[in-house]
């Protein structure tokens, strides 16, 4: 994206998806869990993303079994 064509609402929630995502990277990290696609991506229709990226099917039950029963509280 050209930074001529970057409103302000458009830079903010680019940066508040890269700042999640490197929230996200370092809980995961603590946890013994990498995703080395994660990264912040530009906003979708103004909503900030995070990009999960491919991840091997152990590493994905890793992180499933840490997410159990914590989606509820």
Do not use: Q
């Amino acid at each position: 994206m050209l930074a001529e064509k970057i409103d302000e609402a458009t830079g903010a929630a680019y940066d508040k998806g890269l700042r999640t995502a490197v929230r996200l990277k370092r809980v995961l990290e603590a946890h013994g869990i990498t995703l080395p696609s994660l990264s912040g991506k530009w906003p979708v229709n103004g909503t900030p993303m995070v990009e999960l990226g491919e991840c091997r099917a152990d590493v994905a039950e890793a992180l499933a079994a840490g997410l159990e029963g914590k989606v509820a509280e």
